[in-house]
């Protein structure tokens, strides 16, 4: 364009409709650079911005974790990056961050985000695995063990958020609730491989959902009718079935049980409580002596199993004795960030006399 030539007016990008219905149109804080007032009337109004995650407990993880200069950290859960992107400053210099995540989805984006902060691949390495790999990823790169390890369990905002992941009810979409879903075969199709009895107890054992039996029957005769394959199908069963069982439950009591049914789900779907047990069989090889680890879990079945790992690597002298049982956000936090409300912080130390070079590289 010569400079006489007049610059064409450039119209700003609009959406179709006063009211887009499209996740990708619909929320001006997916596009955080062009719209950071937006993002942070979000935050102020104690919501989290979609397409982001605000990490929880943040304080209180690095008071325990105090990563220093040089330490080697793992995420196991890298998600949005929150966490990491607080602890890797205080690793260099000589410092190096192991970033872990099973969504390839998410971990590409954030790996992009946390590179454009200047977080090159000597401070920052990417492993597309969850963390049941971890004891392999150390291995691989002949690492006798990290100084401090965390892990953040359950889904991040960026996959409830996202109609088209499956793991929300609040929009219709594919019932699918993969981490990867470039992986295995979505809720749909475990549903329609189930009976009555086998959904009960997933429902039971993945959700503590008193009422599994009715609800179970009540969606695997609808399957036979018509396959399950929306979000929405799903939540409207599940609310049908509590009202023929003549429960007087509020809006929100439904709710709950209706994310409980999905919680359900996404665990035998990812087979979650399985790769968490690999996870803390082979936590203390994994740490340095006077390593710690801090775990943050949002449900009961995995915070149980994360207690009794704890409380069996400390009987055996594997950690030091447990300083706390579990720490909660502060009510401050949970106001601000309601999504914070159901966690738990169980931390441990690796004792000082432990042994781990050798067992490491041998996993």
Request: include cysteine; charge should be positive.
């Amino acid at each position: 364009m010569s400079p006489e030539e007049p610059s064409k007016h450039q119209r700003r990008p609009r959406y179709r409709g006063t009211h887009p219905r499209r996740f990708e149109e619909k929320y001006k804080e997916l596009n955080p650079a062009l719209h950071a007032d937006t993002v942070q009337k979000v935050i102020a109004s104690g919501k989290t911005p979609a397409g982001a995650h605000r990490p929880i407990m943040v304080r209180e993880i690095l008071e325990f974790l105090a990563p220093q200069p040089g330490d080697l950290a793992v995420d196991c859960t890298l998600g949005y990056g929150g966490h990491s992107s607080e602890i890797l400053p205080r690793l260099l210099p000589g410092g190096r961050l192991l970033g872990l995540d099973a969504d390839p989805i998410e971990l590409a984006k954030t790996t992009e985000r946390l590179r454009a902060r200047g977080f090159g691949e000597d401070m920052l390495g990417v492993c597309h695995t969850n963390f049941a790999g971890l004891p392999k990823i150390l291995g691989a790169q002949n690492l006798a063990g990290a100084d401090l390890i965390l892990a953040d369990l359950g889904c991040s905002s960026m996959q409830l958020d996202n109609p088209a992941r499956g793991f929300t009810f609040k929009s219709d979409g594919p019932l699918d609730l993969r981490m990867n879903p470039q992986r295995g075969a979505p809720a749909s199709v475990l549903l329609a491989r189930l009976d009555a009895h086998r959904l009960q107890a997933i429902l039971e054992a993945n959700a503590d959902e008193p009422h599994a039996a009715e609800l179970a029957r009540a969606i695997v005769t609808a399957q036979r009718r018509q396959p399950i394959v929306t979000t929405l199908h799903l939540a409207d069963l599940v609310r049908a079935a509590l009202w023929q069982a003549g429960h007087d439950l509020d809006r929100d009591a439904v709710a709950t049980i209706t994310r409980r049914v999905f919680q359900a789900l996404r665990i035998e779907v990812n087979d979650e409580f399985s790769a968490l047990e690999t996870f803390l069989r082979f936590l203390p090889q994994c740490l340095k002596p006077g390593g710690r680890v801090a775990i943050l879990t949002f449900h009961s079945g995995e915070d149980r199993r994360v207690k009794q790992a704890f409380a069996a690597a400390a009987a055996a002298g594997e950690f030091a004795p447990l300083e706390h049982d579990f720490l909660r956000p502060s009510s401050e936090e949970i106001y601000a960030n309601p999504r914070a409300s159901s966690a738990k912080l169980r931390v441990a130390r690796r004792a000082e006399t432990a042994l781990v070079g050798a067992d490491v590289r041998r996993l």
